[in-house]
């Protein structure tokens, strides 16, 4: 087992920890003046459900997230006897970027270091056509049935590749990532799938051997997205629904659930206003010309058809572990990042795009309400998994144990035979709070600023009662 322990370093070398103080955020200020009108302007009328309670549940968790008064753990130096207190996190799974990025690292660190092997590893990222989107936002059995699709198309892709040089038997392993965002914090759920780029084939005495994989060219990248296409087409035929699901009068689970959600998801997959005198318009931009239409890049290895798109360009070599987690961080990250967040002097708000479109826009704007309805939109169910693993890397294939430890053992078993190693003892899952800050910031969050002894966590206050009762002493 790989346990993570960070040296101690002088104040003087270790950037210094500073909790963070939420309540500051544009963010959490936004959602504490307008949440309850939201709620009030999206309660069901006539007897109709409004929001879902694990929308509401996710706002008001969010609103207790980082602060003292809700409860905290008291970490102690053991030298000089400085405290500090640690506010507890939502553990929020859709908009919180505190709860979000922890997440990320987390989830980053552990397929880097106990799951994906040291092979070559490309990205396969699928975009779906719109009306496909709002109906996977909230059937995740349609979800998991799109994307069983594509992870055979592309198992099926390797097999026939690695076949065609004369391997027989191979097989590959893939994890996907369900992002449901896009870059303006709209509803988007597609798939971002990281494929170990070749196939293992099994040796006489049941070692692992793996063959990388010739890069796919535009051809082959257009023939595996219209091959998913259409079997995408087939799953919804025999679910009842149409093609293009634009037929009226299907059965729509979201809307019988919560009206109000169905349209506020709607909405936000095209890119619109849900609530209020604007509803139905787009949503503002600045900086380009809203008459002008999103023209979507084309470049290496893309494809384009009928809304589909699948993009294959992004390749991590074996040994290049850094670039690996980067990557795993970028599949994983929250949808929004505070610093992109700013307050309008008319009260509204401005999102800056990471990258500007091809019309210009450099910013969304969003009235408060209208902002939340976006945020609500984005919230997962509970109980859903937004991580998949098919092939090798599934939870119960039989090679998964060897797949997982390819390649982490001693140089010198690696140098005696580079292609065929034995697996190694994977490491632990929960990574430690101040293991992942110091592996993501560098920042030893347990280090003393006082003294630079070490600090531990003395008692965990979950009384709010008592924690406001320390707050005042």
């Known amino acids: 087992m790989l346990v993570f322990r960070p040296m101690p370093l002088p104040c003087?070398?270790?950037?210094?920890?500073?909790?963070?103080?939420?309540?500051?955020?544009?963010?959490?200020?936004?959602?504490?003046?307008?949440?309850?009108?939201?709620?009030?302007?999206?309660?069901?009328?006539?007897?109709?459900?409004?929001?879902?309670?694990?929308?509401?549940?996710?706002?008001?968790?969010?609103?207790?997230?980082?602060?003292?008064?809700?409860?905290?753990?008291?970490?102690?130096?053991?030298?000089?006897?400085?405290?500090?207190?640690?506010?507890?996190?939502?553990?929020?799974r859709g908009f919180c970027p505190s709860c979000g990025g922890r997440r990320m690292t987390e989830h980053a660190a552990h397929l880097v270091e106990a799951v994906l092997p040291r092979v070559p590893v490309r990205q396969w990222v699928l975009t779906l056509p719109y009306r496909l989107r709002y109906r996977l936002a909230w059937d995740h059995g349609l979800t998991r049935a799109v994307l069983g699709v594509c992870a055979r198309v592309l198992q099926d892709f390797y097999i026939r590749s690695a076949h065609?040089?004369?391997?027989?038997?191979?097989?590959?392993?893939?994890?996907?990532?369900?992002?449901?965002?896009?870059?303006?914090?709209?509803?988007?759920?597609?798939?971002?799938?990281?494929?170990?780029?070749?196939?293992?084939?099994?040796?006489?005495?049941?070692?692992?051997?793996?063959?990388?994989?010739?890069?796919?060219?535009?051809?082959?990248?257009?023939?595996?997205?219209?091959?998913?296409?259409?079997?995408?087409?087939?799953?919804?035929?025999?679910?009842?629904?149409?093609?293009?699901?634009?037929?009226?009068?299907?059965?729509?689970?979201?809307?019988?659930?919560?009206?109000?959600?169905?349209?506020?998801?709607?909405?936000?997959?095209?890119?619109?206003?849900?609530?209020?005198?604007?509803?139905?318009?787009?949503?503002?931009?600045?900086?380009?010309?809203?008459?002008?239409?999103?023209?979507?890049a084309r470049g290496p290895r893309q494809a384009h058809l009928d809304g589909f798109d699948l993009h294959a360009n992004v390749r991590v070599p074996p040994n290049d572990r850094a670039r690996l987690e980067h990557l795993c961080r970028y599949l994983l990250r929250p949808p929004l990042a505070q610093d992109r967040l700013r307050l309008r002097a008319d009260g509204g708000l401005a999102i800056r795009l990471k990258q500007a479109w091809r019309d210009g826009t450099t910013h969304l704007v969003f009235e408060p309400l209208e902002f939340l309805a976006k945020l609500?939109?984005?919230?997962?169910?509970?109980?859903?998994?937004?991580?998949?693993?098919?092939?090798?890397?599934?939870?119960?294939?039989?090679?998964?144990p060897q797949v997982v430890g390819y390649g982490r053992v001693a140089l010198e078993t690696a140098a005696h035979d580079p292609a065929e190693t034995r697996p190694g003892p994977p490491p632990r899952r929960n990574w430690p709070w101040a293991a992942l800050m110091r592996r993501t910031f560098a920042i030893d969050v347990l280090a003393c600023p006082n003294c630079g002894g070490r600090m531990r966590v003395i008692a965990m206050i979950e009384d709010p009662v008592a924690a406001r009762q320390i707050l005042a002493a």
């Open 164 to 296: 065609q040089l004369g391997i027989a038997r191979g097989r590959t392993g893939m994890l996907t990532v369900i992002q449901r965002f896009g870059s303006g914090v709209n509803l988007n759920v597609h798939f971002h799938t990281l494929v170990l780029d070749g196939v293992f084939t099994e040796r006489p005495a049941g070692r692992l051997r793996f063959h990388a994989a010739a890069p796919p060219s535009d051809e082959v990248v257009a023939h595996v997205l219209g091959t998913i296409r259409h079997r995408v087409r087939r799953v919804l035929a025999r679910r009842g629904l149409e093609p293009d699901l634009a037929e009226p009068g299907l059965a729509d689970g979201l809307a019988d659930v919560s009206p109000i959600l169905a349209r506020i998801a709607s909405a936000s997959v095209q890119g619109r206003v849900a609530l209020g005198q604007h509803a139905g318009t787009p949503v503002g931009r600045l900086g380009g010309d809203p008459t002008e239409p999103a023209l979507a």
């Open 376 to 400: 609500a939109a984005l919230t997962p169910r509970p109980e859903i998994n937004l991580l998949i693993y098919h092939g090798v890397l599934a939870p119960h294939a039989r090679w998964r």
């Open 12 to 92: 003087s070398v270790a950037p210094s920890y500073e909790p963070r103080a939420p309540e500051t955020s544009v963010l959490y200020r936004t959602i504490q003046a307008h949440f309850e009108t939201f709620v009030a302007r999206t309660a069901g009328e006539e007897g109709r459900p409004g929001l879902p309670g694990f929308v509401k549940r996710e706002f008001e968790a969010f609103l207790r997230c980082g602060i003292p008064a809700h409860g905290f753990a008291r970490v102690r130096c053991d030298g000089c006897a400085f405290e500090r207190l640690v506010p507890f996190s939502c553990k929020g």
